[in-house]
């Protein structure tokens, strides 16, 4: 049966249509009648719930929102409730003091999470906190939260309950570390800075910049501040350092580029002038590293003397030829050819997605990792693992293509299956990705970067256009990773089938007689082959068939010329591919699984030493992370006495040790004061410091008393 009666004691319910009723009159007039009745006051109340009663009427009692609202917060004035109210009406069905809070924080989350203490106190530093009926109403909701919490949160609500806006900016401040001693509560924040809380930090860091330049910032990272926090002041002390290039050397880019967005790191980076690269390495595994660090930086300076490099360019196929072949043949290094990479992923416990963005060099590659990490919100993804695979030569599409899918050398590839499923098409690698299990290997064929840079008109348009392409890359696969069910193993690989030239070149190479170029390649028969498979000329080298697993002899190009065309036409092309530059042969192999735990490593400093007197203690790290971890720097008061620190990686689900020097070993008196800190970096690309416990010891040559004399006076 439907409701007869409503019974408002109090009066001020409202219950869609039901008929007001506040007289016995009135009541006796309409009792007999279906329509429900809403009766108000309290005798009428009475009188009606006997009536009700005897009749076997079907009754409910009600209370007015207001009446509600004063239940769970008894000292909330009426008009303040009236007024919460009207501003925000859902707060009539809350049926707590909690979920009062949650309507008015636009939240679901429970107290007792950090996320509400977060959320509660950045509605404290917002515009609404400025009206006094919502100070009032969120005074009383801290005071009625505080009853039931105990433990870290407590002081968030009472604080606030007490001191309002000030309180809150006090507790925020400290949770994001902006001054120094902060209370033990969960790091990062755990919600994103509305975009007025970041303007006025934003103002306040504009501020003390200009007044301290990059101390601001330093003092931030010292005192491990919030990762957004320094996002902000990063960027002012990229803006500060604009302004005042004389401050400007590689060394305070380096300090600062880990919270610089790319626009502002890349003006910075091009206003410096850039050193001639040293010659390549004779260690392989420092290619990589002699790459980023030192040649690709020239290398794509617009002021770079590209002549200058022509020594670098003969050393570095000099060395890569003879490693290259060996490596081919079953020799060291066979592991760095780009199609055992691939062959090697299908005995791996994932679905591996692999992005062959063709014609992507390692410069792209860092603007798609940027993307990547800005559009991966939720953090799903983990780098773990970056290096440069060989590619196959000569590194033309037709032929370096196919040993990737096939995982065979180019040779051989027309007798081999795929590993798995390829496409250009989204809709179709998608479609195979909801069908893989662990093992699968599943190529999505990307081929905007390479059809881009063959029809752009300038190299400074490709530049820009790649640029673009890559984010909107970026997006498009992390969308593929996370739609894949939970709990499946999947992992996203990044490579190229080859790089290419970083500059503009002209067709003024001549192909061996026999030869049909293709790019900065060409294609023959040569038949007075050496021993070692290959030959250097002025500015080409020619391999051997057999020696290099090619289907035909080869001509490839170390000058940064390009060869004429087959009509013999010259002209400039940008950014050509085919040649033995590193950016051509030197590829990017990037692997990423979704959703790796990461945990925190552990480090301590343990040693003695004589005191003010030369001395080494020993840094150890374990890292319980199936990542590599490094660390890129020391801070504290004993980091900054290090005399000779390196970065420092420590592999996954290890403990590395390292040895450090002091030039003065610190006193017993100034031992309690040291604290030391390290800035460790995962493959993500987000910088952690972590404390570091201290077990030093120091020995007093001299030690003072207060009675110089002892026990030689009676």
């Not at 005798?43 to 009754?59: F, H, K, M, S």
């Not at 990461?598 to 005191?611: I, V």
Request: hydrophobic letters at 40%.
């Amino acid at each position: 049966m439907k409701t007869r009666f409503y019974l408002d004691s109090a009066g001020g319910a409202e219950v869609t249509g039901a008929h007001p009723v506040s007289s016995e009159a009135e009541f006796l007039r309409l009792a007999l009648e279906e329509r429900p009745l809403l009766v108000q006051g309290d005798a009428l109340c009475r009188w009606a719930r006997r009536y009700g009663a005897g009749r076997g009427l079907p009754i409910q009692d009600v209370v007015a929102p207001t009446t509600r609202m004063q239940g769970f917060l008894p000292h909330l004035p009426l008009p303040d409730a009236q007024a919460a109210l009207e501003r925000w009406p859902d707060l009539a069905r809350a049926g707590s003091a909690e979920e009062l809070a949650q309507v008015v924080l636009g939240t679901a989350t429970p107290v007792g999470e950090p996320r509400h203490a977060a959320q509660w106190l950045l509605w404290w530093t917002g515009a609404e906190a400025e009206h006094p009926t919502a100070q009032t109403l969120m005074r009383q909701l801290g005071t009625a939260l505080v009853a039931d919490l105990d433990g870290r949160w407590r002081q968030v609500y009472e604080d606030t309950a007490e001191g309002g806006r000030a309180a809150a900016e006090a507790l925020l401040r400290g949770w994001l570390r902006l001054d120094g001693e902060a209370p033990d509560w969960p790091r990062p924040f755990p919600v994103p800075l509305p975009g007025a809380v970041s303007e006025q930090f934003s103002a306040a860091l504009v501020q003390a910049t200009a007044e301290r330049g990059l101390a601001v910032y330093r003092d931030l990272r010292e005192q491990q501040a919030d990762p957004q926090v320094l996002a902000l002041a990063g960027t002012v002390a990229g803006e500060w350092l604009r302004h005042h290039p004389g401050e400007l050397n590689r060394d305070v880019l380096r300090e600062v580029q880990d919270h610089l967005p790319k626009g502002l790191h890349d003006a910075l980076l091009a206003g410096l002038p850039r050193p001639l690269p040293p010659l390549p390495p004779l260690d392989v595994p420092a290619w990589a590293g002699w790459m980023t660090a030192d040649y690709l930086p020239y290398r794509s300076w617009d002021g770079a003397d590209h002549g200058a490099l022509r020594p670098h360019l003969r050393q570095f196929v000099e060395r890569f030829l003879p490693v290259y072949a060996a490596a081919l043949n079953g020799g060291t290094h066979a592991e760095r050819l780009i199609w055992q990479r691939s062959a090697a992923l299908r005995s791996q416990p994932y679905v591996t997605l692999v992005a062959v963005c063709d014609g992507l060099h390692l410069h792209d590659l860092a603007t798609l990792q940027r993307e990547l990490a800005g559009h991966d919100s939720g953090h799903r993804l983990t780098l773990t693992g970056q290096d440069v695979a060989f590619g196959a030569l000569p590194t033309i599409t037709s032929r370096a293509k196919p040993a990737l899918f096939c995982g065979v050398s180019p040779a051989q590839a027309g007798t081999q299956p795929p590993l798995g499923p390829h496409s250009t098409r989204e809709k179709e690698i998608a479609e195979a990705l909801q069908k893989a299990t662990p093992g699968t290997v599943v190529f999505w064929n990307i081929a905007e970067p390479d059809v881009i840079y063959h029809k752009a008109e300038s190299l400074d348009r490709a530049r820009d256009e790649v640029a673009a392409r890559l984010s909107v890359i970026a997006k498009r696969l992390l969308g593929l990773l996370t739609t894949l069910p939970e709990g499946l193993p999947v992992q996203l690989v990044v490579t190229t089938d080859h790089g290419r030239l970083l500059r503009t070149s002209a067709r003024t190479a001549t192909p061996p007689a026999s030869f049909t170029p293709e790019g900065r390649a060409a294609y023959g028969t040569w038949g007075d082959i050496p021993a070692e498979g290959f030959r250097l000329e002025e500015n080409l080298a020619l391999l051997g068939r057999s020696r290099f697993g090619l289907a035909e002899d080869a001509a490839a190009l170390f000058s940064d010329e390009t060869f004429v065309d087959s009509a013999g036409r010259g002209g400039h092309v940008i950014c050509p591919h085919g040649g033995l530059s590193p950016e051509e042969v030197l590829l990017p192999w990037v692997v990423y699984v979704r959703d790796l735990a990461f945990r925190l490593p552990t480090l301590s400093a343990e040693g003695a030493g004589q005191a003010e007197e030369a001395g080494t203690f020993t840094l150890t790290l374990t890292n319980p992370n199936s990542v590599p971890l490094t660390v890129e720097r020391l801070g504290g008061s004993l980091g900054a006495q290090v005399t000779d620190w390196t970065a420092w990686t420590v592999p996954p689900q290890s403990q590395g040790r390292v040895t450090l020097a002091l030039a003065s070993w610190p006193t017993s008196a100034a031992l309690g004061a040291l604290t030391l800190r390290a800035s460790v970096r995962a493959p993500q690309g987000a910088i952690q410091d972590v404390a570091v416990t201290l077990n030093l010891q120091s020995e007093e040559l001299y030690t003072s008393t207060a009675n110089i004399l002892g026990d030689l006076l009676p």
